[in-house]
């Protein structure tokens, strides 16, 4: 399969730790990538490889992988984190393929 | 610091070809996958196609028969054409750099660079 399944929208209080997680067939090979997205904004990614973070994002951030899902982990979750995420990998035949995205709400 | 600029035309008719164009600055063009995105409105993320340097190109199989994606190392740009639009290609698209690790398994692939966005919408 090509696809990457996330949920729709996760909740968290604020100072709270959340996961939002992704699964495919395609996660077996490839780590999943993390993309955080504010309204009006372009993606930015929060998380590559088994977990790393690129410059300017905050250790808050984590992600881990099991099988066939990966999780991104914000751990003590601020207001500035509500945004949609999306997760990326590549499928069998080397395309590219994003998860649906997950709303996250800071309450 | 790597920097991707975005431009092309942002009305288009039913059964025109969309074309747009992303420049990069400040980093090398060798090396990754310069990448195109879109995003309809309200929805998801879309994965079009990419290319590397040396042209090599690949494409999302739903969009492959329209897509075309070409690069000019010459000025370390690279070109997305997009033929018989319809309203439903109406989005955001971004261009975007990828990078990705195939030494040892499981492989890193993520794009760590995006340009601003495009909005074109198709209308008649």
Same mark, same amino acid.
């Given at each position: 399969?090509? #696809?990457?399944?996330?949920?729709?929208?996760?909740?968290?209080? +604020?100072?709270?730790?959340?996961?939002?997680?992704?699964?495919?067939?395609?996660?077996?090979?490839?780590?999943?990538?993390?993309?955080?997205? &504010?309204?009006?904004?372009?993606?930015?990614?929060?998380?590559?490889? &088994?977990?790393?973070?690129?410059?300017?994002?905050?250790?808050?951030?984590?992600?881990?992988?099991?099988?066939?899902?990966?999780?991104?982990?914000?751990?003590? /979750?601020?207001? #500035?984190? *509500?945004?949609?995420?999306?997760?990326?990998?590549?499928?069998?035949?080397?395309?590219?393929?994003?998860?649906?995205? @997950? &709303?996250?709400?800071? +309450? | 610091?790597?920097?991707?600029?975005?431009?092309? /035309?942002?009305?288009?008719?039913?059964?025109? @070809?969309?074309?747009?164009?992303?420049?990069?600055?400040?980093?090398?063009?060798?090396?990754?996958?310069?990448?195109?995105?879109?995003?309809?409105?309200?929805?998801?993320? #879309?994965?079009?196609? *990419?290319?590397?340097?040396?042209?090599?190109?690949?494409?999302?199989?739903?969009? &492959?028969?329209?897509?075309?994606?070409?690069?000019? @190392?010459?000025?370390?740009?690279?070109?997305?054409?997009?033929?018989?639009?319809? /309203? /439903?290609? @109406?989005?955001?698209?971004?261009?975007?750099?990828?990078? #990705?690790?195939?030494?040892?398994?499981?492989?890193?692939?993520?794009?760590?660079?995006?340009?601003?966005?495009?909005?074109?919408?198709?209308?008649?």
């Amino acid at each position: 399969s090509s #696809e990457l399944t996330q949920d729709p929208a996760v909740s968290v209080a +604020l100072g709270q730790t959340v996961r939002i997680t992704c699964q495919g067939d395609s996660l077996r090979s490839y780590y999943a990538s993390w993309y955080q997205q &504010k309204p009006g904004q372009a993606p930015v990614l929060v998380i590559y490889g &088994k977990n790393n973070r690129p410059s300017g994002i905050p250790d808050r951030f984590s992600g881990s992988s099991s099988g066939n899902t990966a999780s991104l982990t914000i751990t003590g /979750a601020q207001a #500035e984190d *509500e945004a949609d995420y999306y997760c990326n990998s590549r499928d069998s035949s080397g395309t590219g393929v994003f998860g649906g995205g @997950t &709303k996250l709400t800071v +309450l | 610091q790597v920097q991707l600029q975005q431009w092309g /035309a942002g009305l288009l008719k039913p059964s025109e @070809t969309l074309s747009l164009t992303c420049a990069v600055y400040g980093g090398s063009f060798s090396g990754y996958y310069w990448s195109w995105i879109r995003q309809p409105p309200g929805k998801g993320l #879309e994965w079009i196609g *990419e290319i590397n340097h040396s042209g090599s190109t690949n494409y999302n199989p739903s969009l &492959k028969s329209r897509v075309t994606i070409s690069v000019d @190392t010459s000025k370390n740009q690279f070109s997305l054409k997009l033929s018989s639009v319809t /309203a /439903a290609d @109406t989005a955001v698209y971004y261009c975007a750099r990828g990078r #990705e690790q195939q030494l040892v398994p499981p492989y890193y692939y993520y794009m760590d660079v995006w340009g601003k966005g495009t909005t074109v919408t198709v209308s008649s």
